[in-house]
């Protein structure tokens, strides 16, 4: 891989969330505006300085990014439409970053969000890709519930892995989120709890199964010349990659794009894995997470289960881990799902984390996976950030 520009001189700053809501009767256009609007009030600037915007959802349509733009009555002179799930968060910040170094705008913001009436989910579903509409939603198995299912399978067949390896990610993952003011699930899970769960789709419980909401996310970026001008702590990008539809011989998913572009991550930042004082991954369910210890450099391909039987994942653990609870104990707000762990990550190096801060944290990996079709998931990416100066 040839040498890539730093991404020096650009900051991301202005971490947002709009509290998530089981159900809402409001469209996506009205989630993703409050994002906006909490955006332009914690900045301090008008809505006419931002002239970039970076626009994910699944529920926006019929509209796209541009529909949204005149919905929201703003001109900006760049945009993109990113609808690549919970890859999303880390594939709009490479692309506003760049574009901010390239001056194709000044302030960026990167907002996902999406709605949740009670049958949306289930039309989602539907018509999520021809793939799915083909080959798997006519069995009545529509969902990525049962593609999971045979991925957390495998993995445990081929890995070793057990029903208590995932369950003490999330019972960690749920510590973490009864910190959070935002997570839907208050109360307390212990493994007992998450073991006893009733089946989803063998292997899958419960617990395992992260739960549709609606609420949106984002984040602004900005030079850092701009950020301290405004007195806005920033957070610098020392490297991402992204990947998609890697390894499609594979004939079923047991790696990630992330290993294919692991090593171009770290060698850019110029960081190794060891050095990374906490790590936010995209975890609609838990299998996924060990795909991303592996394949990010945590440890070797096979060897997650022990590398979860080895550490602690709460917020004060040994491995800092999904600090605000992650979807599976926060919630999944569509395409917002993506942008949680970018959020945190900002929050964390901010110092703005609150009781989910992490100790002298200083540089955080977040993690993106996304568009699950009837056998894999297609889209991933990686961002290392480090905590800038206010």
């Given at each position: 891989m040839s040498r890539r520009l730093a991404y020096d001189g650009v900051v991301a700053a202005v971490p947002v969330t709009v509290p998530y809501a089981r159900y809402s009767t409001h469209a996506?256009?009205?989630?993703?505006?409050?994002?906006?609007?909490?955006?332009?009030?914690?900045?301090?600037?008008?809505?006419?300085?931002?002239?970039?915007?970076?626009?994910?959802?699944?529920?926006?349509?019929?509209?796209?990014?541009?529909?949204?733009?005149?919905?929201?009555?703003?001109?900006?002179?760049?945009?993109?439409?990113?609808?690549?799930?919970g890859a999303s968060g880390v594939v709009a910040l490479r692309r506003a970053a760049r574009a901010v170094q390239a001056g194709d705008a000044e302030i960026i913001a990167c907002i996902a969000g999406d709605t949740n009436h009670v049958d949306s989910f289930r039309h989602t579903v539907s018509q999520f890709s021809r793939f799915a509409q083909?080959?798997?939603?006519?069995?009545?198995?529509?969902g990525p519930n049962a593609s999971f299912a045979l991925l957390t399978d495998h993995y445990m067949r081929q890995y070793g892995a057990t029903r208590e390896d995932f369950g003490k990610l999330c019972v960690a993952q749920r510590d973490n989120a009864l910190r959070n003011p935002h997570a839907l699930m208050k109360k307390p899970l212990t493994l007992a709890q998450y073991l006893d769960a009733r089946p989803i789709t063998d292997p899958i419980h419960l617990f395992?199964?992260?739960?549709?909401?609606?609420?949106?996310?984002?984040?602004?970026?900005?030079?850092?010349?701009?950020?301290?001008?405004?007195?806005?702590?920033?957070v610098r990008i020392r490297s991402t990659i992204e990947r998609h539809n890697a390894y499609p011989d594979d004939p079923i998913q047991f790696r990630g794009g992330w290993a294919m572009d692991r090593d171009a991550l770290y060698e850019h930042?110029?960081?190794?894995?060891?050095?990374?004082?906490?790590?936010?991954?995209?975890d609609d369910y838990p299998v996924?997470?060990?795909?991303?210890?592996?394949?990010?450099?945590?440890?070797?391909?096979?060897?997650?289960?022990?590398?979860?039987?080895?550490?602690?994942?709460?917020?004060?653990g040994?491995?800092?881990?999904?600090?605000?609870?992650?979807?599976?104990?926060?919630?999944?707000?569509?395409a917002a799902g993506g942008y949680l762990g970018l959020v945190q990550a900002l929050r964390q190096l901010t110092n703005a984390a609150g009781a989910m801060q992490v100790a002298?944290?200083?540089?955080?990996?977040?993690?993106?996976?996304g568009m699950i079709n009837y056998d894999r998931g297609l889209c991933s990416g990686a961002a290392l950030l480090e905590r800038g100066t206010a």
């Open positions: 996506a256009h009205w989630w993703l505006g409050r994002a906006l609007a909490a955006l332009i009030r914690e900045a301090g600037i008008a809505k006419a300085d931002i002239d970039g915007v970076c626009v994910s959802s699944f529920t926006l349509g019929p509209d796209t990014a541009v529909g949204l733009m005149q919905h929201l009555g703003m001109s900006p002179r760049w945009l993109d439409h990113i609808p690549m799930g083909d080959a798997v939603y006519p069995y009545g198995a529509g395992d199964c992260v739960m549709p909401c609606a609420g949106a996310e984002g984040f602004l970026v900005m030079t850092e010349e701009r950020a301290r001008a405004l007195k806005l702590p920033g930042a110029g960081v190794a894995p060891a050095e990374v004082d906490f790590v936010e991954t995209y996924i997470n060990m795909l991303q210890f592996e394949d990010l450099g945590f440890c070797a391909k096979g060897e997650a289960p022990a590398f979860v039987r080895e550490h602690g994942f709460t917020i004060d040994s491995f800092p881990f999904n600090t605000s609870g992650g979807q599976l104990s926060v919630g999944q707000a569509g002298n944290a200083r540089i955080g990996l977040v993690s993106g996976f």
